[in-house]
């Protein structure tokens, strides 16, 4: 069913005739004013008509004297039949990068319309199919699609430039303002809260929670999608093991999937799973720890095994010294067919290319769907949204070069020591013992693989209570799990289950007893 669309006048309204007057005021150093486009729908969700205002809009940032410093844009969807919408649950999500626009979470699950891909393959060129997204979680949550500064139509104001944002806790605290503006703003003091981030916007969400904690303001949950809080995982250096210990369980997945294991295919591949996690974190942990001092007949037996878990020939395991890369994976896995596995999705393969080329040189999938996304997102926004402001839509790269400097010299993930900001997530669930974490994670993703971040959450020395508050849940699909049109219903029973249960009346229940 197509979406019924009215878009507002909003100089009936009261607000600006287009946004253009504030754009420009914005980008010649003049005092901004927000932005604004309105347009009225409805989609059915579950058998159920959810009626609902969409916005283009910005918050002005501003710095201690009140002098603008950003305009930061989103896309909110606010529904208008669902009861009082001052304590209705809201949702404030992003995507990664660093530096990447919302525009993939919003039109491939979040927004109540999808862009609609191949399952896995090259999508056909344009015109690309767009249709009503019946697994969004409006009906029982609010929507807001996040592009900080540097990405999308957002941009920095006045005096302040990119450096001003472009960091770990400088966009921290940037989206700590925008959300506190926006309560303020939209009368949504009292609404359940919830963070949402895909890739690097889980990195972001651990220390947005820890800003929101120190400006008084307390979340309801974090939602985690292909998480990474620990980039020593994700990094292959001389003497370091973690992340070849951690990535070795997703080469297994992937060898599995290509049919690509000597021995076969398991019959369950969970229980698969867990035996070679468990493995990984035994015997070849052992055995690289060991160094040079490694027993030769220990060392052969974990080879050996090494050839059965991961499909990669005896051959080239040897030359590797046992330390294999996920990019010298992705690269070796099909060698022999002439196509290399993609990073964010394993499943999709692409050319080769060169063959004596040790790591890939695009990603399949990324290829694969990204002009459909791009050209939707632009699309949708102008004639669905009503957005007619004459910036483009940035969707990655531009906010360059990001410091990882933290705050209090840590540093990370390609100066010093990698970052690491599980203790900030451990300091965030101690200081709110009610905030409650959902991980969901693609087991085919290469970028961020599942085991790591899984290993990570084990590290974070919390007590039983409080790693109760951390749930998961696997999909057979990649770090985008919802391209992947037959898990669309799985993610949304998974995220409106946690959302249901985190808000609402179930609280109310839990609240503290009062001592006459």
């Known amino acids: 069913m197509k979406s019924l669309s009215l878009i507002t006048p909003v100089l009936a309204l009261g607000l600006l005739p287009a946004g253009a007057l504030a754009q420009e005021g914005s980008e010649n150093g003049n005092e901004p004013e927000p932005s604004r486009w309105e347009s009225n729908h409805s989609i059915v969700v579950d058998g159920e008509t959810v009626e609902y205002r969409a916005v283009v809009g910005s918050v002005i940032l501003r710095d201690n004297e009140e002098n603008a410093t950003g305009e930061l844009f989103y896309t909110g969807y606010f529904r208008t039949n669902g009861g009082d919408p001052s304590t209705r649950p809201i949702i404030f999500a992003y995507n990664g990068g660093p530096g990447s626009a919302s525009f993939w979470l919003h039109m491939g699950i979040m927004g109540p319309r999808r862009v609609v891909t191949p399952n896995v393959g090259q999508q056909a060129p344009p015109p690309y199919p767009l249709v009503d997204n019946g697994h969004t979680v409006l009906d029982i949550a609010d929507v807001v699609m996040v592009d900080p500064i540097g990405t999308g139509f957002s941009r920095p104001a006045g005096d302040a430039d990119g450096t001003d944002f472009w960091g770990m806790d400088e966009d921290a605290a940037s989206l700590t303002q925008f959300i506190r503006r926006f309560l303020s703003e939209n009368d949504r003091w009292n609404a359940p809260r919830y963070i949402l981030g895909e890739s690097y916007g889980t990195t972001r969400s651990v220390l947005l929670a820890r800003h929101l904690q120190g400006a008084n303001i307390d979340l309801n949950g974090i939602v985690l999608v292909s998480a990474v809080i620990d980039f020593n995982t994700l990094q292959f250096p001389p003497a370091s093991h973690i992340g070849f210990i951690t990535n070795l369980p997703s080469y297994a997945v992937v060898a599995e999937y290509h049919d690509k294991l000597p021995g076969g295919r398991p019959d369950d591949l969970q229980a698969f799973m867990k035996e070679v996690e468990a493995w990984a974190l035994t015997d070849y942990a052992q055995t690289l720890l060991a160094g040079t001092t490694v027993d030769p007949a220990q060392r052969a037996r974990v080879l050996r095994q090494m050839h059965e878990y991961t499909g990669l020939s005896m051959d080239f395991l040897e030359r590797a010294d046992l330390r294999v890369s996920a990019p010298e994976f992705e690269k070796e896995l099909l060698r022999d067919e002439g196509v290399t596995v993609a990073r964010l999705d394993a499943r ?139 898990l669309l219903p799985q993610w949304r029973e998974t995220l409106a289950t946690f959302i249901t249960r985190t808000s609402g009346a179930n609280l109310v229940a839990r609240s503290y007893q009062v001592v006459s």
């Open 348 to 486: 999709f393969t692409g050319p080769t290319g060169d063959l004596l080329e040790t790591t890939p040189g695009h990603d399949a999938q990324s290829s694969a769907i990204s002009s459909a996304y791009t050209s939707l997102f632009n699309t949708y926004v102008r004639d669905e949204l009503g957005y007619d402001g004459d910036r483009e839509y940035w969707p990655s790269g531009m906010a360059r070069p990001w410091n990882w400097e933290r705050q209090g010299g840590r540093r990370g993930p390609f100066g010093g020591s990698a970052l690491n900001v599980g203790p900030d997530l451990a300091e965030a669930l101690e200081r709110n013992p009610r905030l409650e974490v959902l991980l969901i994670n693609g087991i085919y993703d290469l970028a961020t693989p599942y085991f790591p971040i899984v290993w990570s959450l084990e590290q974070l020395g919390l007590a039983p209570d409080l790693r109760d508050n951390i749930t998961r849940d696997d999909f057979a699909a990649g770090h985008m799990m919802y391209v992947e049109e037959s």
